[in-house]
Protein backbone atom coordinates (compact mmCIF):
# COMPACT_ATOMS: atom_id res chain seq x y z
CA UNK A 1 0.00 0.00 0.00
CA UNK A 2 1.81 3.24 -0.66
CA UNK A 3 0.10 5.95 1.21
CA UNK A 4 1.22 9.34 2.52
CA UNK A 5 -1.49 10.09 4.63
CA UNK A 6 -1.10 8.09 8.47
CA UNK A 7 -4.56 8.03 9.36
CA UNK A 8 -5.42 6.64 5.76
CA UNK A 9 -2.65 4.14 6.50
CA UNK A 10 -4.32 3.41 9.98
CA UNK A 11 -7.41 2.63 8.63
CA UNK A 12 -6.70 0.41 5.44
CA UNK A 13 -4.46 -1.42 8.00
CA UNK A 14 -7.05 -2.66 10.03
CA UNK A 15 -9.26 -3.32 7.28
CA UNK A 16 -6.93 -5.64 5.29
CA UNK A 17 -6.14 -6.82 8.75
CA UNK A 18 -9.86 -7.76 9.19
CA UNK A 19 -10.13 -9.71 6.38
CA UNK A 20 -7.28 -11.58 6.77
CA UNK A 21 -4.49 -9.91 4.52
CA UNK A 22 -1.43 -8.66 5.42
CA UNK A 23 0.27 -5.00 3.77
CA UNK A 24 3.25 -3.92 3.44
CA UNK A 25 3.09 -0.03 3.92
CA UNK A 26 5.22 2.59 2.20
CA UNK A 27 4.53 6.77 2.02
CA UNK A 28 6.09 7.65 -1.44
CA UNK A 29 5.59 6.39 -5.14
CA UNK A 30 9.52 6.11 -4.77
CA UNK A 31 9.63 3.41 -2.44
CA UNK A 32 6.42 1.74 -4.02
CA UNK A 33 8.68 1.33 -6.93
CA UNK A 34 11.45 0.35 -5.29
CA UNK A 35 9.46 -2.31 -3.46
CA UNK A 36 8.07 -4.29 -6.19
CA UNK A 37 11.30 -4.04 -7.82
CA UNK A 38 12.75 -6.00 -4.64
CA UNK A 39 9.36 -8.30 -3.97
CA UNK A 40 6.35 -9.76 -5.45
CA UNK A 41 3.28 -8.77 -4.56
CA UNK A 42 -0.50 -9.75 -5.70
CA UNK A 43 -2.12 -6.25 -5.06
CA UNK A 44 -0.85 -2.54 -4.87
CA UNK A 45 -3.42 -0.23 -3.57
CA UNK A 46 -1.96 2.71 -5.39
CA UNK A 47 -2.38 6.53 -3.90
CA UNK A 48 -2.37 9.26 -6.61
CA UNK A 49 -1.84 12.28 -4.58
CA UNK A 50 2.15 11.53 -2.80
CA UNK A 51 5.23 13.46 -2.29
CA UNK A 52 8.09 12.52 -4.11
CA UNK A 53 6.74 10.53 -6.97
CA UNK A 54 2.97 10.75 -7.43
CA UNK A 55 1.02 7.37 -7.89
CA UNK A 56 0.58 7.78 -11.31
CA UNK A 57 4.36 7.81 -12.39
CA UNK A 58 4.82 4.96 -9.95
CA UNK A 59 2.13 2.94 -11.80
CA UNK A 60 4.23 4.02 -15.41
CA UNK A 61 7.34 2.57 -14.15
CA UNK A 62 5.79 -0.18 -12.55
CA UNK A 63 4.49 -1.18 -15.08
CA UNK A 64 7.45 -0.94 -17.22
CA UNK A 65 9.12 -3.62 -15.32
CA UNK A 66 8.90 -7.50 -16.98
CA UNK A 67 5.76 -9.20 -17.10
CA UNK A 68 6.14 -11.52 -14.60
CA UNK A 69 6.35 -8.94 -12.41
CA UNK A 70 3.22 -7.23 -12.95
CA UNK A 71 1.05 -6.95 -9.54
CA UNK A 72 -2.30 -5.69 -10.00
CA UNK A 73 -2.25 -1.95 -9.07
CA UNK A 74 -5.49 -0.46 -7.56
CA UNK A 75 -5.88 3.08 -7.29
CA UNK A 76 -7.36 5.17 -3.79
CA UNK A 77 -7.98 8.31 -4.42
CA UNK A 78 -10.38 11.02 -2.73
CA UNK A 79 -11.13 12.36 -5.67
CA UNK A 80 -14.37 12.01 -7.54
CA UNK A 81 -13.40 13.80 -11.16
CA UNK A 82 -14.12 11.18 -13.91
CA UNK A 83 -10.64 13.17 -15.61
CA UNK A 84 -8.41 11.63 -12.71
CA UNK A 85 -9.96 8.33 -12.80
CA UNK A 86 -9.25 8.09 -16.29
CA UNK A 87 -5.62 9.51 -15.82
CA UNK A 88 -5.05 6.52 -13.40
CA UNK A 89 -6.53 3.77 -16.01
CA UNK A 90 -4.40 5.53 -18.52
CA UNK A 91 -1.22 5.05 -16.02
CA UNK A 92 -2.24 1.66 -15.76
CA UNK A 93 -4.30 1.01 -12.75
CA UNK A 94 -7.02 -1.47 -13.27
CA UNK A 95 -9.46 -0.26 -10.72
CA UNK A 96 -10.47 3.18 -8.53
CA UNK A 97 -11.47 2.74 -5.27
CA UNK A 98 -12.92 5.94 -3.54
CA UNK A 99 -12.11 7.61 -0.15
CA UNK A 100 -12.58 7.38 2.78
CA UNK A 101 -12.55 3.87 1.76
CA UNK A 102 -15.15 1.45 2.94
CA UNK A 103 -14.38 -1.98 3.83
CA UNK A 104 -17.04 -3.86 1.81
CA UNK A 105 -15.24 -1.44 -0.96
CA UNK A 106 -11.76 -2.78 -0.62
CA UNK A 107 -13.56 -6.13 -0.10
CA UNK A 108 -14.92 -6.44 -3.31
CA UNK A 109 -11.71 -5.50 -4.62
CA UNK A 110 -10.11 -7.98 -3.52
CA UNK A 111 -12.04 -10.75 -4.54
CA UNK A 112 -11.15 -9.71 -7.81
CA UNK A 113 -7.39 -10.94 -7.10
CA UNK A 114 -8.17 -13.76 -3.95
CA UNK A 115 -9.90 -17.34 -5.26
CA UNK A 116 -13.44 -17.56 -3.55
CA UNK A 117 -13.57 -19.58 -1.05
CA UNK A 118 -13.81 -19.68 2.89
CA UNK A 119 -14.44 -16.63 4.03
CA UNK A 120 -11.20 -14.57 5.24
CA UNK A 121 -12.03 -12.47 8.28
CA UNK A 122 -9.60 -12.77 10.90
CA UNK A 123 -10.88 -10.27 13.04
CA UNK A 124 -14.60 -9.24 13.79
CA UNK A 125 -15.63 -5.69 13.36
CA UNK A 126 -17.92 -3.85 15.77
CA UNK A 127 -20.75 -3.19 13.59
CA UNK A 128 -22.37 -0.73 16.51
CA UNK A 129 -23.05 3.17 16.13
CA UNK A 130 -20.31 5.13 17.85
CA UNK A 131 -21.90 8.12 20.44
CA UNK A 132 -20.14 11.75 19.31
CA UNK A 133 -22.10 12.89 22.15
CA UNK A 134 -22.85 16.73 21.75
CA UNK A 135 -20.01 16.72 18.86
CA UNK A 136 -22.61 14.81 16.27
CA UNK A 137 -23.31 17.94 14.10
CA UNK A 138 -20.02 18.11 13.43
CA UNK A 139 -18.28 14.97 13.27
CA UNK A 140 -19.94 11.05 12.35
CA UNK A 141 -18.46 8.18 13.37
CA UNK A 142 -20.33 5.50 13.33
CA UNK A 143 -19.65 4.41 9.23
CA UNK A 144 -15.64 4.71 10.56
CA UNK A 145 -16.72 2.23 13.47
CA UNK A 146 -17.94 -0.25 11.53
CA UNK A 147 -15.11 -0.36 9.42
CA UNK A 148 -12.56 -0.38 11.49
CA UNK A 149 -14.25 -0.74 14.82
CA UNK A 150 -14.36 1.66 18.54
CA UNK A 151 -10.67 1.14 18.95
CA UNK A 152 -9.74 1.52 15.60
CA UNK A 153 -11.25 4.87 15.89
CA UNK A 154 -9.75 5.80 19.01
CA UNK A 155 -6.47 5.56 17.42
CA UNK A 156 -7.19 7.24 13.81
CA UNK A 157 -9.14 10.25 15.48
CA UNK A 158 -5.60 10.41 18.10
CA UNK A 159 -3.55 10.25 14.51
CA UNK A 160 -5.46 12.83 13.03
CA UNK A 161 -5.66 15.39 15.74
CA UNK A 162 -1.71 14.77 16.38
CA UNK A 163 -0.78 15.49 12.97
CA UNK A 164 -3.47 18.33 12.56
CA UNK A 165 -1.74 21.76 13.77
CA UNK A 166 1.58 20.40 11.42
CA UNK A 167 -1.19 20.10 8.35
CA UNK A 168 -3.05 23.61 9.07
CA UNK A 169 0.36 25.65 9.67
CA UNK A 170 1.90 23.58 6.48
CA UNK A 171 -1.67 25.30 4.46
CA UNK A 172 -1.03 28.58 5.97
CA UNK A 173 2.25 28.51 4.56
CA UNK A 174 1.72 27.51 1.28
CA UNK A 175 -0.71 29.64 0.99
CA UNK A 176 0.90 32.91 2.06
CA UNK A 177 3.80 32.45 -0.36
CA UNK A 178 1.25 31.44 -3.27
CA UNK A 179 2.02 27.86 -3.29
CA UNK A 180 -1.08 26.48 -5.29
CA UNK A 181 0.55 22.54 -5.80
CA UNK A 182 1.66 22.38 -2.05
CA UNK A 183 -1.86 23.70 -0.89
CA UNK A 184 -3.49 21.30 -3.35
CA UNK A 185 -1.75 18.35 -1.05
CA UNK A 186 -2.13 19.89 2.07
CA UNK A 187 -5.96 20.57 1.49
CA UNK A 188 -6.71 16.82 -0.36
CA UNK A 189 -5.33 15.54 2.66
CA UNK A 190 -6.81 17.41 5.28
CA UNK A 191 -10.44 16.93 3.10
CA UNK A 192 -9.67 13.40 3.47
CA UNK A 193 -9.20 13.03 6.91
CA UNK A 194 -12.08 14.94 7.71
CA UNK A 195 -14.41 12.82 5.37
CA UNK A 196 -12.90 10.24 7.06
CA UNK A 197 -14.46 11.37 10.55
CA UNK A 198 -17.43 12.22 9.08
CA UNK A 199 -17.15 15.96 9.16
CA UNK A 200 -19.06 16.08 5.74
CA UNK A 201 -19.24 20.17 5.49
CA UNK A 202 -15.52 20.78 6.30
CA UNK A 203 -14.52 18.23 3.96
CA UNK A 204 -16.63 20.03 1.37
CA UNK A 205 -14.67 23.44 2.18
CA UNK A 206 -11.46 22.10 1.81
CA UNK A 207 -12.39 19.81 -1.44
CA UNK A 208 -12.88 23.48 -2.80
CA UNK A 209 -10.00 24.70 -1.49
CA UNK A 210 -8.43 21.85 -3.57
CA UNK A 211 -10.40 22.44 -6.56
CA UNK A 212 -9.04 26.60 -6.53
CA UNK A 213 -5.55 25.18 -6.03
CA UNK A 214 -6.00 22.85 -8.62
CA UNK A 215 -6.64 25.78 -11.37
CA UNK A 216 -3.11 27.34 -10.19
CA UNK A 217 -4.69 30.81 -8.99
CA UNK A 218 -5.42 31.25 -6.01
CA UNK A 219 -6.13 34.97 -5.53
CA UNK A 220 -9.85 34.11 -4.45
CA UNK A 221 -8.43 31.60 -1.67
CA UNK A 222 -8.71 34.16 1.17
CA UNK A 223 -12.54 32.94 2.36
CA UNK A 224 -12.75 29.29 1.31
CA UNK A 225 -9.50 29.13 3.59
CA UNK A 226 -10.93 30.87 6.36
CA UNK A 227 -14.50 29.17 6.13
CA UNK A 228 -12.21 25.59 6.25
CA UNK A 229 -10.06 26.87 8.81
CA UNK A 230 -12.53 27.42 11.20
CA UNK A 231 -14.65 24.07 10.09
CA UNK A 232 -11.57 22.69 10.70
CA UNK A 233 -11.46 23.63 14.17
CA UNK A 234 -14.41 23.02 15.02
CA UNK A 235 -14.15 19.35 13.95
CA UNK A 236 -10.80 18.90 16.09
CA UNK A 237 -12.70 20.23 19.31
CA UNK A 238 -15.24 17.64 18.36
CA UNK A 239 -12.61 14.59 18.27
CA UNK A 240 -11.20 15.68 21.12
CA UNK A 241 -14.71 15.84 22.96
CA UNK A 242 -15.21 12.46 21.76
CA UNK A 243 -11.44 11.29 23.08
CA UNK A 244 -12.87 12.54 26.21
CA UNK A 245 -16.03 10.88 26.42
CA UNK A 246 -14.38 7.37 25.04
CA UNK A 247 -12.10 7.60 27.88
CA UNK A 248 -14.30 8.23 30.42
CA UNK A 249 -16.67 5.21 29.25
CA UNK A 250 -13.43 2.31 29.12
Known sequence: MAEDNIANQ?????????????AVVVDNGVDAVARVEAERFDVVLMDVH?????????????????????PRIFAM????????REECLDAGMELHISKPVSRNALADALAQVTPSGEPRTAVE??????????????????????????????????????GSEQAIADLDAALERGDAPIVRRHAHTIKTNTAMVGAAAVSDDFAELEALAKTGDLGDAGPI??????????????????????????
Open 10 to 22: KVAVRMLRSLGYE
Open 50 to 70: MPEMDGLEATRRIRRMPVDRQ
Open 77 to 84: TASALDSE
Open 125 to 162: IVDAATDVGDSGAVIDLAELARSVGDEGVVEIVEAILD
Open 225 to 250: ADRARTGYAAALDAMRGWLVEAGSSS
